[in-house]
Structures are given as structure tokens and as C-alpha cells.
T-cell receptor, first 113, second 114 residues
Framework: AQSVTQLGSHVSVSEGALVLLRCNYS??????LFWYVQYPNQGLQLLLKYTTGATLVKGINGFEAEFKKSETSFHLTKPSAHMSDAAEYFC???????????FGAGTRLAVHP | DAGVTQSPTHLIKTRGQQVTLRCSPK?????VSWYQQALGQGPQFIFQYYEEEERQRGNFPDRFSGHQFPNYSSELNVNALLLGDSALYLC?????????????FGPGTRLTVL
């Protein structure tokens, strides 16, 4: 069985500050991990994904995430927040042969001036 | 290249009615998955279609059914609607069913059950 826990349903940062969104996973098979972003009244857009290889993954819009197997974590970071980053962020996991996504509950990021 | 498209955008139904939602996958994709996103929650997997057959199913009752057509487009049907079925229904397509294949999402259909 697989599951995802996102710590913090709401995160608020100042424009220009570091963004850190936390994701921990549980998986009985080697996990493949994803971060998606959802803007209001829209579908989900892929930010980045980890499959195999390099554990530091770079995505779109300046985001990156690091896969840490020992900590079962896949936290999302961005060095400097922009107002346009305000959205809902979802961490997800697949594994076991098929690409059925198991999502966390999401973290709403607010960016204030 | 058009991405994943869904119709309709919004839908209002009453309890007990039936609804059909439609999805066209991204060009070249043959696998379609459906997700339900209740307000304030993450999407939950309903089922996945490949080669016109349901290949995987999440923890949803039989009231939820689907279909995939030869052109890979798909429909989600929900019978005997309940108030709790109110949600954003997301369709996602991928090149294959392989674990690492990215799923591309459509904008969703907002279903309201009164």
C-alpha cells in the first residue's frame, strides 16, 4: 500500500522568501514521486517528478525537490517566492507497475508582499 | 497540440439522477484515468482505462462506471447521484500505463448535486 502525507495544509510566505512544502510518503515498493500544482478553478500541472537516478530533481518555475529514501521524504523548495506561486500544491506517489497516482491532501501556498 | 479536454465545465444535477462526463486525451496518449477531487482534498483515483477496458479501480462503488472508445476518448458515468458526489472530476491521460509515465490533467468538470 502507498500513502502520502503533506505536513501543513496552509503555508504563508513573503515574496522573495524561501518556499518549503513538506511531503512524506509510505510505499512497500520503490516509489516514484511527483509534485503537481493547481491554480484556482484549473486542473493539475506537473511541477517535477522523481523516478530513478539523481535524487535532486529540478522542475518548472524554479522549483526543486530532493528524494530522501532514509527519511521517506520528497520536500518541495523554491529559493525565492513570487506572487504567482500562490496555488495549491499536491505531492503524489506511484509504484508497483502502473501509474495510478496516490495524492496527499495538498498544501495551499499564500505569498504576501 | 491540444492537451486533455473535458466537457462539460460545470454541471448541476439532483439526487438520484445520472450523469455522464467526457474526456479527450492528449494526442498520442492511449491511457485515461479519472479522479474525484472533493472540496479541500486531494484527488482520489476512480479508475483507469486502456485498450477500451478498465484496468485498475480505486475504492469507488459500482455506481461509478466508465467507457473508453477506439479513439481513446473516455466517459465517466455516475448513477443514482448522492450529495457526496459533488466534486471536481479530473481526467488524466498518459502515453502508457507505466509507473513513471506522467499523467497530464484536464481542467476538470465541476459537478454539483442538489
Amino acid at each position: 500500500a502507498q500513502s502520502v502525507t503533506q505536513l501543513g495544509s496552509h503555508v504563508s510566505v513573503s515574496e522573495g522568501a524561501l518556499v518549503l512544502l513538506r511531503c512524506n510518503y509510505s510505499s512497500s515498493v520503490p516509489p516514484y514521486l511527483f509534485w503537481y500544482v493547481q491554480y484556482p478553478n484549473q486542473g493539475l500541472q506537473l511541477l517535477l517528478k522523481y523516478t530513478t537516478g539523481a535524487t535532486l530533481v529540478k522542475g518548472i518555475n524554479g522549483f526543486e525537490a530532493e528524494f530522501k529514501k532514509s527519511e521517506t521524504s520528497f520536500h518541495l523548495t523554491k529559493p525565492s517566492a513570487h506572487m504567482s506561486d500562490a496555488a495549491e500544491y499536491f505531492c503524489a506517489v506511484t509504484g508497483g507497475g502502473y501509474n495510478k497516482l496516490i495524492f496527499g491532501a495538498g498544501t495551499r501556498l499564500a505569498v504576501h508582499p | 497540440d491540444a492537451g486533455v479536454t473535458q466537457s462539460p465545465t460545470h454541471l448541476i444535477k439532483t439526487r438520484g439522477q445520472q450523469v455522464t462526463l467526457r474526456c479527450s486525451p492528449k494526442s498520442g496518449h492511449d491511457t485515461v484515468s479519472w479522479y474525484q477531487q472533493a472540496l479541500g482534498q486531494g484527488p482520489q483515483f476512480i479508475f483507469q482505462y486502456y485498450e477500451e477496458e478498465e484496468r485498475q479501480r480505486g475504492n469507488f462503488p459500482d455506481r461509478f462506471s466508465g467507457h473508453q472508445f477506439p479513439n481513446y476518448s473516455s466517459e465517466l458515468n455516475v448513477n443514482a447521484l448522492l450529495l457526496g458526489d459533488s466534486a471536481l472530476y479530473l481526467c488524466a491521460s498518459s502515453l502508457t500505463r507505466h509507473t513513471t509515465d506522467t499523467q497530464y490533467f484536464g481542467p476538470g468538470t465541476r459537478l454539483t448535486v442538489l
